[in-house]
């Protein structure tokens, strides 16, 4: 077989997605190579090293078997601080210069440098049949709750959503490393690194958001290679659960009895963690109705990004799941009905929308709204819209806005809400 630096030498030569897939098709089936892409492409496997210098004068040459047990040896944190920098000098100086920069140097830095992501091999696994695969990092994503509004039932954990950077924190062996959502290592935030670096810690992944006073100066600071200014960010974690489950893409325990675990551990957090703020909900009653709604109201007065909908008996999943759901913040007013227009199209023959009118919050608003009606309401109010005249309609949008003239106000994608008064399912 073909030294593995020679692959990754021919990988280089060539930008095509098609040629470096034909390479590596061609090597995949050698069992060092494979142990090689893991170890570089899995982000889980870190070696706790900053400064790996380059080869330059050749040595006698090093076994793979010989550079995988002293890259264990780091992995497992067997040798750190100096004795690391010692073991991989070592290594410098066992390895031929190519054999070592293109190849052992690579996989300690975590970059192989051909334009091969770990998606790339696992494409061609799949394509080989090969039961081989690089271990994709994945952490829980929510879906747009909107498109969903019959998901958000019963009793549900309701966070404010924080306008940061996303972090998944993994404690091993005493040691926090930051992870982004795509398990890109942040190095630029040592001192939550330093919080959460604690033994009790051990083997807990925490989620949550990185947080600053200034969004725009944070994102700036975050890639940095050097001199980054991080000092005053935060992190504001809303959930936890075992690096064993986490490994195996889903929580054994619910939402309310994850955040219940948090909660026990808040006494353990230096200051620069933060627990996000929430509410148990039920969403099948008015009074939870009306805490949603005053949630909504501060997420809009604090300038949160929106709300977070995690219905209590659900897991934490390693994808994009139902389990949780993000709302953006809405505006809610109560208008009457001045005219009813006939739709077009489609919906001709039928409501195309409501003209409404009136004062809420001391500013008049007079706009048409037509979203937010499913094709059953719109022909049944069609057909009752004599008896719907001077109605009041409850409106829900994203945003107060002013008319050209500056006369009125209007809102932005207003969406049809409810009537206010209508019992459910009450025939017009």
Known sequence: MIEPWKIIEELESDNSRLFKEGVIEKHLNDKSFQEGLVMCL????????????????????????????????LIDRDKTGHAARDLIIELIESSKTDQWN???????????????????????????????????????????????????????????????????AIVKNGRAILYSRNGKIFNNFPHIEN???KKEFNNLVFDGEVMSDDFQALMKQVYRKSGAKTD????????????????????????????????????SFDDVIKLVDYEIINFDNDDGQAKFSNMNKEALEKGFEGLMIKPNDNFYECKRSHAWLKIKPFIEVTLKVIDIQEGSGKHEGKLGAFHVEGKDDGKFFSLSVGSGLTDDDRERFWAAKDKL??????????????????????????????FRGFKEDEKI
């Open 102 to 168: 293109d190849w052992y140097r690579r996989i300690l830095i975590k970059d192989l440098r051909c334009g091969v992501s770990e998606k790339t091999v696992n494409n061609v696994a799949k394509k080989m049949d090969l039961e081989f695969r690089v271990p994709i990092f994945s952490c829980m994503l929510a879906h747009d709750g909107a498109k969903h509004p019959k998901k958000i039932k019963g009793d549900c954990l309701v966070e404010y959503k924080y306008d940061g950077v996303r972090v998944i």
């Open 42 to 73: 899995d982000p889980l496997t870190t070696f706790g090293v900053k400064q790996v210098p380059e080869c330059i004068e050749d040595g006698a040459g090093l076994d793979w078997s010989d550079f995988k047990k002293a890259a264990n040896q």
């Open 195 to 197: 919080a959460l670096s």
């Open 232 to 267: 005053d960010a935060y992190l504001a974690l809303f959930d936890i659960l075992p690096l064993k489950e986490f490994n195996s893409g889903k929580s054994k325990l619910t939402s309310i009895e994850r955040k219940e675990k948090l909660n026990g551990l808040a006494q």
């Open 389 to 418: 005249i001077g109605r009041m309609v409850e409106i829900r949008a994203d945003a107060i806005t002013q008319s050209i003239e500056g006369e009125h106000y209007s809102l932005r994608f207003p969406r049809f809400k409810n």
